[in-house]
């Protein structure tokens, strides 16, 4: 299998994640995606999304590349780029991972 389509679905989830951050604390969103961007982003449940980001996103597909190693170094290499690039992102973009 080539790189794009091992990576492909765990890349498009980190963006999906990275988009409502963004969207949640943009001038223009409703209060509803405010609220809800807001609620996983801050106080009380501020560590529920990254971590969901990190167990679905990143670490799954980690794990799966490591017990395919040494044949999957490239890939895995690929990836943490990708995921360390994304959560450099979401740190410099998004307010409330500040904090996390």
Known sequence: MTRQVLIAP???LLYEY???FLAGQHPS????LRWLASKYGRGFQAHLMP???WRHGIHSFLELLRHRLPA???HM???IYLAYSMMA???ETVTA???T
């Open 18 to 20: 990275y988009d409502f």
């Open 51 to 53: 971590a969901r980001m």
């Open 97 to 99: 991972f500040e904090d």
């Open 29 to 32: 969103a409703s209060p509803a």
């Open 72 to 74: 999957s170094l490239d």
């Open 89 to 91: 992102l979401l740190y």
């Open 10 to 12: 765990h890349r498009t």
């Open 77 to 79: 290499l690929a990836f």
